[in-house]
């Protein structure tokens, strides 16, 4: 791996606008050391069988694509594992499909983790969702509930290249791996990918940047495979929820425009419920909102796509923490962050067996 700097700074925008000095605070004095805990061998990580995986602890994509096999193995009553095509390097994105088969057509909710390839809790969270569902599922009435009358397809890692990247070259790699002919700088941000107002405010045309958006919409082989996918079951999909780190925040559409979306209350009803949930694990709390005005503007993203493409609850998630570790959110996080997520996720789930009514004739998708 490379060598990172030694220092984290944060810096304020207006100061470096408004005067020749800026303030800075050093959060992590020794980054090199902090990735290294992270990304080091362990010898003693347990993760031959289903039992004795770690959930604790960042896993290499190889492991992750193993544990998934493993549970597609073990439990075949709840659990359908397929690939919905290959990544720019030609690795495969797998998908779990949970739920019991109990109806052929049930409701569905989308969840993907790892777009953003250093934004590890991510599939840490992805990981925790499908080992929670499945063990809790004989004694929790709720997630009993959840997994008879819906679908989850979860997508551990959707930037399988990117993220195997960040573990063995550059832990700080945000894009796809995609080469571009024109320059030699690569990858492509795949939530500025979509086609929805693509590479208008809040991406880049330039591909050095971090917010690229690539050649043309779904040029990325993993933003169009997804995007396929989702179209094909768009009738049934009924809620898209994106992980992401870093700002404790829970997001919807719109993120490319200052508007209020056609189903708002419905919308804003969900998120207040999932982060009041998600406070009550253990205090934590979260900002909720639309995108742009909640976060910033940006274009292309797959929040934006799926409510467009007739997914009426489109979420992004923006886990642990507010810049303190940032994108090195410690392995001693990872129960706690990914426990009252669950609880977020859960009541997002709930919401969908409720009707909430809206105006259908302003928002013709549902």
């Known amino acids: 791996m490379t060598t990172q700097s030694a220092t984290v700074c944060l810096t304020c925008r207006s100061c470096l606008?408004?005067?020749p000095f800026f303030m800075h605070r050093v959060f992590i004095s020794n980054l090199q050391k902090e990735i290294e805990k992270q990304t080091g061998y362990r010898s003693s990580r347990k993760r031959r069988s289903e039992s004795q995986y770690d959930y604790e602890v960042y896993h290499t994509l190889e492991e992750i694509q193993s544990w998934m096999f493993v549970i597609n193995r073990t439990h075949p009553d709840l659990v359908d594992m397929f690939s919905i095509g290959k990544s720019y390097e030609g690795?495969?994105?797998y998908v779990l499909q949970l739920g019991k088969r109990s109806r052929p057509h049930k409701k569905a909710v989308w969840i993907d983790c790892g777009v953003h390839a250093r934004e590890w809790i991510g599939p840490a969270f992805c990981q925790w969702f499908v080992k929670e569902a499945i063990n809790s599922?004989?004694?929790d009435s709720v997630m009993r509930r959840l997994l008879n009358q819906l679908n989850f397809y979860v997508m551990p890692v959707f930037n399988v290249d990117g993220y195997q990247f960040s573990w063995t070259t550059d832990r700080f790699w945000r894009k796809t791996r995609s080469k571009n002919h024109k320059f030699h700088c690569r990858g492509v941000d795949a939530n500025r990918n979509w086609k929805v107002k693509w590479c208008d405010e809040g991406a880049s045309f330039h591909p050095c940047d971090d917010t690229y958006c690539g050649p043309f919409p779904e040029s990325e082989p993993e933003v169009k495979a997804v995007a396929k996918f989702l179209r094909k079951h768009k009738k049934r999909i009924k809620a898209y929820i994106s992980i992401h780190a870093y700002a404790q925040m829970l997001l919807y559409p719109y993120s490319y425009k200052y508007a209020?979306?056609?189903?708002?209350?419905?919308?804003e009803s969900a998120a207040h419920n999932a982060v009041t949930a998600l406070y009550s694990a253990y205090g934590v709390k979260y900002r909720y909102g639309p995108a742009s005005t909640t976060l910033y503007v940006s274009s292309g993203s797959s929040i934006d796509w799926a409510y467009r493409n007739g997914i009426p609850y489109a979420f992004a998630f923006e886990l642990r923490d507010t810049g303190h570790f940032g994108f090195l959110l410690p392995e001693s996080l990872i129960n706690p962050t990914c426990t009252e997520t669950?609880?977020?996720?859960?009541?997002?789930?709930?919401?969908?067996?409720k009707k909430c009514e809206t105006?259908?004739?302003r928002f013709p998708y549902i």
Do not use: E, H, W
Request: charged share 20%; proline share 6%.
């Open 342 to 353: 669950m609880r977020a996720v859960k009541a997002i789930a709930l919401g969908l067996l």
């Open 91 to 93: 690795k495969p994105l």
């Open 17 to 19: 606008s408004n005067s």
């Open 359 to 361: 105006d259908r004739s």
């Open 137 to 139: 599922y004989q004694y």
């Open 260 to 267: 209020t979306i056609p189903n708002f209350d419905c919308v």
